[in-house]
């Protein structure tokens, strides 16, 4: 039997930062082919996106198929000085696992596969159980999910029923419960002004003053209140680049990053428009700048 707390350690070794596999998808591949699953690994690629393998494991043929959704793609951790453990380490302290993905969501993973495991050992189930696993949750979500549910499609493969296995509760298990998913946009501000002397700057036109009003102006008023079955949206600034070494240039050039989950009072139409508003009215005169906008999700 395998133990769900020495699986999730194993799992968080791999360090699968998206959109490299890490060892993840070869591990729980092999834990579960051990259980009697048939595996089948998915690699997609698409151009201008990194390649991303996927895995999708079925135990039994039978209909219902009962399906887990999740991922073992991590985001990347950051500095590692600001963490106190190393964050592929799984280290246990005071009876808390700590590492990146111990909550989103490889803990998730094996605790389902210790489950179906315990199970199996007790009956056969009526149906099948499946897992969607993929490796590309946290990046440019290309390459995963959805091009696995093409190929189900294509090889007859039909899912009755689906579990995502995010982190949702705040606090305890079967707090609660989702009925549906926030929208996700990122958007790209490219702000133009005309680089000089700090000595001189009437001869210039200083970008990075520019993307300070405009990204104030983007964060000064709530979004919403939120909405009947979902929390409120929320605009988060990625990063502020200027990339500006030295200290008497003018920069004639910033650039900032933003990420917004929305809720069902919002589209991503509707959201593209109001941040041409905002920026529009914030610039000030004379202005120029390029919005890039990517849509992840709708909500739905
Ligand atoms: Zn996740």
């Given at each position: 039997m395998h133990d769900a707390v020495a699986l999730a350690r194993d799992l968080i070794r791999c360090p699968s930062v998206t959109p490299?596999?890490?060892?993840?998808?070869?591990?729980?591949?092999?834990?579960?082919?051990?259980m009697g699953f048939t595996c089948h690994r998915l690699p997609f690629s698409a151009e201008g996106t990194p390649d991303v393998d996927n895995l999708y494991a079925r135990y039994g043929t039978?209909?219902?198929?009962f399906c887990f959704a999740g991922h073992t793609d991590v985001v990347p951790t950051g500095p590692t000085e600001s963490w106190s453990v190393d964050p592929f380490a799984a280290e246990i302290r005071d009876g808390v696992l700590y590492g990146r993905g111990a909550t989103d969501m490889k803990s998730a993973i094996a605790a389902f596969v210790v489950a179906v495991q315990r199970m199996l050992r007790d009956k056969?189930?009526?149906?099948?159980?499946?897992?969607?696993?993929?490796?590309?949750?946290?990046?440019?979500?290309?390459?995963?999910?959805?091009?696995?549910?093409?190929w189900l499609t294509e090889n007859d493969e039909d899912i009755d029923i689906c579990i995502v296995g995010e982190p949702t509760n705040p606090t305890r298990l079967g707090e609660m419960m989702k009925i549906g998913r926030r929208g996700s946009m990122n958007g790209w501000l490219t702000v133009r002004g005309e680089q000089g002397h700090t000595a001189y700057p009437h001869l210039a036109d200083n970008a990075a003053h520019r993307i300070v009003d405009m990204l104030r102006a983007l964060t000064a008023e709530?979004?919403?209140?939120?909405?009947?079955?979902?929390?409120?949206?929320?605009?988060?600034?990625?990063?502020?680049?200027?990339?500006?070494?030295?200290?008497?240039?003018?920069?004639?050039?910033?650039?900032?990053t933003f990420n917004i989950r929305f809720n069902d009072l919002h589209s991503s139409a509707k959201l593209t428009e109001w941040l041409h508003k905002v920026f529009d009215a914030s610039i000030g005169d004379g202005g120029k700048y390029d919005l890039h906008i990517e849509v992840m999700a709708n909500p739905s």
């Open positions: 490299i596999e890490g060892g993840a998808l070869d591990l729980l591949q092999s834990t579960l082919e051990g039978a209909r219902p198929n056969t189930p009526e149906g099948s159980i499946s897992l969607l696993i993929t490796g590309d949750e946290e990046g440019p979500s290309v390459n995963g999910t959805k091009k696995m549910l093409q709530p979004l919403d209140e939120g909405s009947d079955h979902f929390q409120p949206s929320t605009l988060q600034i990625s990063t502020i680049d200027v990339g500006n070494p030295t200290t008497n240039v003018i920069p004639g050039e910033a650039r900032a």
